[in-house]
């Protein structure tokens, strides 16, 4: 897979996905000191795992249908 351009698809995916982690591994360090349990963000959590899915194994599939859009959508239901 390498050889048809893999390498290069799979840097731009995880420009796709480091936002989307960095925001969760900040909310959650936040939520962790304030001693929050956000079901929001486990869920934003959980659909993060499934668009790597998406991003990296396709073959796989995934549990539920993800997207950037879907991400964005969760995250504003996220406590601050």
Known sequence: KLRGG???RDREALVT???????????KQQHDQRGVIDPELETYRWMIEEYRV???AQQLGTAIPVSEKRLD??????EP
């Open 17 to 27: 996905l480091t936002p989307h982690w960095q925001a969760w591994r900040m909310q």
């Open 73 to 78: 959508r969760q995250w504003e239901r996220v």
């Open 6 to 8: 893999g390498a290069g």
């Open 54 to 56: 998406s991003l990296f």
